[in-house]
């Protein structure tokens, strides 16, 4: 087949959304399907090395549900878009937040062909859905096949929009995220557990939760410390902080490459996700899963679709740092637990690799294609 994926979101900054279309991408070319990725970036020219990748549009950020969206806001769309549709004639064009202003909704307003739209996002309320729904329910009737990566994202986008959706999750490669990857020599230190964040400096991530549970381990013990990675906004404040607290042992690596990740995880005892909702699903908690990590996350509806707190991890109530501190140094003391847990998050996170995954996007495909052609001979007939 000949498929388009459509992100609203800029290429350029790491997110969910991004990493899913990508990844998404390369299994289909796998199976011999041709790819092409529409998706708005800050910088002009950059293809960001990925095969059949179509810069549409300049993204500005646009902030909601705790985070900073950074979407393309442009009259100069429609133009762009109708003459790449018109030229590629896609067998299946597959959006990512289909409802969201900029390139999905240009898209979705033109392609005439089988259209499918995954939903990713989880709130508490949207009230662009809520004010927007009279008109935006024109362009989700345009939508022969409905995709929620969990069950929360589903319970969320059906109190706008009612439909059939099928669940089909994120997906881990499981081939990059595994336990044998090479060790960060720098990350560890001998007698001492390494504990993890992974997440984008913001909000609802949740680790001042973590940095205040960490302060308080440290005054049991000191045979632990802090890795955190990502970047954003709060860095800056959040490493004042620690050191104004003079909380010992805390690493701030910043952005790292996708080469650099995955050993990361693999050179970490305890993974944590300490977000503080908002969430519909925790990638993070499959890499650190599949790299044999046992996860700390916050009992929060996305995360607890993910993990059993006492199989691959322990699930812990958000914004408490008492609880968090508790959970931590439980894990600490006991490398049985720790090992166990990481075995099973193994087994877990095989599950939801790439190759499983994508079987059930084509099942999608393949009956949003049928459902398009009954239309379109109904119209013709």
């Given at each position: ?7 609203p ?6 997110g ?11 299994e ?6 041709e790819?092409?990725?529409?998706a708005?970036?800050?910088?002009v020219g950059?293809?960001?090395?990925i ?10 950020p646009?902030?909601?549900?705790g ?14 878009v ?17 409802l969201v ?44 096949g ?13 109190r ?11 997906g ?12 960060v020599?720098e990350?560890?230190?001998a ?15 949740g680790?001042?939760?973590?940095l205040d ?24 404040a959040?490493?004042?902080?620690c050191?104004?607290?003079g909380?010992?042992?805390?690493t701030f690596?910043?952005h790292v490459?996708?080469q650099?990740?995955p050993r ?6 305890i993974?944590?996700?300490p ?10 908690l ?11 996350a916050s ?13 691959e ?22 490398r049985?637990?720790r ?16 190759r499983v995954?994508v ?9 949003a294609?049928?459902r398009?052609?009954?239309q ?6």
């Open positions: 087949m000949k498929v388009c994926l459509v992100s979101y800029d290429f350029v900054h790491p969910g959304v991004a990493e899913h279309v990508r990844h998404l991408a390369e289909l070319r796998r199976r011999d399907h790819v092409t990725i529409l708005p970036s800050s910088r950059d293809d960001h090395g095969p059949g990748y179509v810069r549409i549009g300049r993204s500005v646009v902030r909601g549900n985070s900073v969206a950074r979407i393309a806001l442009s009259f100069h769309l429609v133009r762009r109708r003459s790449l549709l018109d030229r590629a004639a896609f067998d299946v064009v597959h959006y990512h937040e289909p202003p900029g390139v999905p909704i240009t898209t979705l307003r033109l392609h005439r062909g089988a259209n499918v739209g995954t939903f990713h996002a989880m709130a508490r309320r949207n009230l662009g859905y809520y004010y927007g729904r009279p008109v935006l329910t024109r362009y989700f009737h345009r939508l022969h409905l995709i929620c990566v969990s069950e929360p994202a589903r319970e969320f986008i059906s706008y929009f009612p439909g059939d959706y099928r669940i089909v999750p994120n881990i490669d499981t081939a990059r995220f595994r336990p044998d990857q090479p060790i020599e990350l560890r230190s007698g001492m557990a390494t504990i993890l964040f992974v997440g984008r400096m913001e909000q609802r991530k680790l001042p939760t973590l549970a960490y302060a308080r381990l440290r005054h049991l013990r000191a045979d632990v410390r802090l890795v955190v990675v990502g970047d954003g906004p709060m860095r800056w959040y490493e004042r902080r050191e104004a607290d909380v010992p042992d805390v690596l910043g490459s996708g650099v990740l990361i995880y693999a050179s970490s005892d993974f944590c996700a977000a503080t909702g908002g969430e519909s699903f925790g990638i993070v499959l890499e650190a899963m599949a790299s044999g990590v046992p996860v700390v009992a929060i509806p996305g995360f607890s679709q993910v993990i059993s707190s006492g199989s991890g322990l699930l812990v109530p958000p914004r408490d740092p008492r609880a968090w501190a508790r959970a931590l140094d439980t894990l600490v003391a006991d049985a637990a090992r166990r847990m990481g075995e099973t998050g193994v087994r877990t996170a095989r599950g939801y690799d790439w995954v079987d059930g996007i084509l099942g999608v495909y393949a009956e294609r049928e398009a052609f009954a379109l001979a109904g119209a013709s007939g």
